[in-house]
């Protein structure tokens, strides 16, 4: 009997905010594919890349153009040709490792000689807003040991440097990184990372737009610098090998767990830290992120806490997030 694809797409309710410098959500469309051979079902999920002009129903288009391929027995080595990176071949290619995992009766951290997973420390989010808004979620999420703020806000580096020490007066223990999102190009990037640098700011993603990291060619950074959308796979190493110290890989812009762990390789040959992000999902979509962050420095995976998350899903407790079981993935 062919494999057969089942794909859809699924949506969840955001809760409270979550807004960042290009707008607010107040739900997630994420898109799902089950592949099944036999009695075994392999299961992924993947969230489109906005700010590339996807979404989730040209998603869900593109896995019902390759669902011929995959019922004749496609590979994931396969998928690197049929399908870009993106949300498609990440739901497809997470997929085929849950399948596998189920057919072998074998979990994929063990196929991949990772050591046992233990619960991880993740990021927690807060939204970009008003000042005084971000002081009080950072209040609200007292206890939490790993902050991320979301800045690019209308009024420039200065107010996000104001936004900022709101929060750290907040959040006087929390360790801190910082989401610029593009915010900050054409202005003096150097002078706001000196600003932040007495904030304990441990590392600023993305401050300028992609494609425009010349930019902080020359600079003298006070805090670690971390591409996120300059890097999406291997393809982007070369651009950001020398501006940046950190990279984020999410699954969805690697286009599955298979590109992710070639990227994650290829950085470390280059010296570059990880970080392991996520974008707006569900735990279905942590689980195989996992098996990444379990290999870096930062692990931002709070996809999960920022919606109204599937039934069954990962276990987040404290500032930890726990090991995904075979029930939901791999």
Not at 112 to 125: C, E, I, K
Not at 204 to 214: I, T, Y
Not at 215 to 224: K, N, Q, Y
Request: charged share 20%.
């Amino acid at each position: 009997m062919a494999r057969q694809l089942d794909a859809r797409i699924e949506r969840f309710p955001v809760e409270g905010s979550f807004t960042i410098s290009r707008g607010a959500k107040t739900h997630v469309d994420v898109v799902v594919a089950e592949i099944r051979d036999g009695a075994a079902v392999g299961r992924g999920e993947g969230t489109a890349i906005y700010y590339k002009g996807d979404s989730a129903e040209a998603a869900l288009a593109a896995l019902h153009g390759v669902a011929d391929a995959i019922a004749a027995g496609a590979s994931r080595a396969d998928l690197l040709v049929l399908l870009p990176a993106g949300a498609a071949r990440n739901a497809a290619d997470c997929a085929l490792w849950d399948l596998e995992a189920k057919q072998t009766g074998t979990r994929v951290w063990q196929r991949l000689g990772l050591p046992v997973p233990q619960p991880m420390l993740t990021a927690y989010t807060i939204s970009v807003g008003d000042i005084d808004a971000m002081a009080a979620a950072a209040t609200a999420a007292r206890g939490r040991e790993l902050l991320k703020i979301k800045l690019g806000s209308a009024d420039g580096p200065d107010g996000d440097v104001a936004r900022l020490a709101a929060v750290r007066r907040a959040a006087p223990d929390a360790r801190l990184i910082v989401d610029a999102n593009e915010a900050w190009g054409g202005t003096d990037v150097e002078r706001t990372l000196a600003r932040l640098a007495p904030l304990g700011v441990e590392l600023v993603e993305q401050p300028v737009p992609a494609g425009r990291d010349a930019e902080l060619d020359g600079i003298t950074a006070a805090v670690p610098l971390c591409a996120d959308e300059s890097c999406h796979d291997r393809s982007s190493l070369d651009a950001v090998v020398a501006r940046y110290r950190f990279i984020n890989i999410k699954l969805d812009k690697a286009g599955g767990l298979t590109e992710a762990l070639a990227l994650r390789h290829a950085a470390a040959t280059r010296g570059l830290g990880l970080m392991t992000g996520c974008m707006l999902c569900t735990s279905l979509a942590i689980a195989p992120a996992f098996l990444v962050a379990m290999q870096g420095s930062y692990a931002d995976l709070d996809g999960p806490l920022l919606i109204r998350d599937r039934p069954h899903g990962l276990t987040f407790a404290g500032s930890d997030v726990y090991p995904p079981q075979a029930a939901l993935w791999g």
